[in-house]
């Protein structure tokens, strides 16, 4: 039985005082039959680690080498020294405006595991891929570069969101029927990899204009174990509702 996993991915928003408010407004919500966080930028993980008891606090980012000369970036011990335990790594907006490749976002995957960080590995494809009906493909693609050479144990640990680009900050949600299709795609990738065993152990989440309006149907599909939320992770109020929808 997998338990279910949302998170909120702040992005580039909230300064330290605006995170710590919303976590002493949003922890005590939380319940015990999921497990919820938020994903905050890096100036505010350690006062966010500091507030949160119950919501679990993800970096959104991080460099796979421990130091060196990589001007702006942040090393995995950098999380650690601070208690972070999770780290989002390939979202789409780091693929697309920041370089990041399956190649990059799997040696931040092995750094992570390493360091007892559970990575949220991102993939999804673009509008472009999906009008030309290659989703399935580059899922597949995606995974096999991003995933590629971790242990099956490791990888039932992890936590994949599939986020179609094209649902991303665009209110324009997949439907339930493909959001289930994709994330079954991501399950049986998953198996081809590293076996049956750490397929149904592995968490996937959908990601892309999720909101309390929608978060109930895409949480009753069967390969559907959780969401990753940006606009509407926000804001205390539809977070919390978000929360009291999937309780
Ligand atoms: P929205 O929920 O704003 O569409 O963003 C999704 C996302 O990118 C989460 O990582």
Redesign the pocket.
Known sequence: MRKPIIVG?W?MNKTIAEAVAFIDAVDGVCHDGATYGVGAPFLALAESVKHANHLIVAAENCHFEDSGAFTGEVSVPMLEEIGVKWC?IG???RREMFGDTDETVNKKAKRLIQAGITPIV?IGESEAQYDAGESEAVIRSQLSGSLADLCADCVKDIVI?Y?PIW????GKSASVEIAQQCCHIVRDQIEKMYGKEAAEAVRVQY????KPENIVEYMAQPDIDGA??????LKVDSFTDIINKTK
Do not use: D, P, Q, R
Not at 207 to 210: D, I, L, N, P, R
């Open positions: 991915n992005k989002i979202h789409s907006e991102c969101a986020e649902a991303i900050g665009t990601g892309g204009s999720v990753l939320i940006g606009g509407a992770s």
